[in-house]
């Protein structure tokens, strides 16, 4: 089964950077689990949510739009077109800046503020954004 990024993919686009949750993000979640896996396998259901956050989170910057994911059987998704964002900014935690991981917050023209939490190395896809965006408009 190919991921939604590859599936909402439009003509002459290609994806120039790949993103993903940090299991840092999850540590609650995975925690929970370990700790609740004797009391009659309850853990697992946390491991399990732990598991299907990670695998069902999709992120991408293509030379067109930021794609970002969220969900399985109910679906959030977050699409700007890259000559449409005004601002991506990072936000961390004393944990975040330690393990990696934050959250982005893309603001568009005309768009609310869509934010992208437990992003793992966000100032890596900042970068990477911001790279692309200059190919895409010649700004270099």
Known sequence: MASYV???L???ERVVHVGHISLW?????????VLLLPVFGLGLI???MAYIKYKTTELAITNKRVIAKFGFVSRRTVEINLNKVESIQVDQGLLGRIFDFGTLVISG???P?????????PIRFRKAFVEAQEAAF???
């Not at 540590?27 to 689990?33: E, P, V």
């Not at 503020?113 to 190395?121: K, R």
């Open 138 to 140: 010649g700004r270099v």
């Open 6 to 8: 590859d599936q909402v």
């Open 109 to 111: 023209a005309g768009e």
């Open 25 to 33: 993000s999850l540590s609650s979640l995975i925690a929970a689990g």
């Open 10 to 12: 439009i003509r002459d």
């Open 46 to 48: 946390f491991l399990a």
């Open 113 to 121: 503020q869509a934010p992208i939490p437990g992003i793992s190395e």
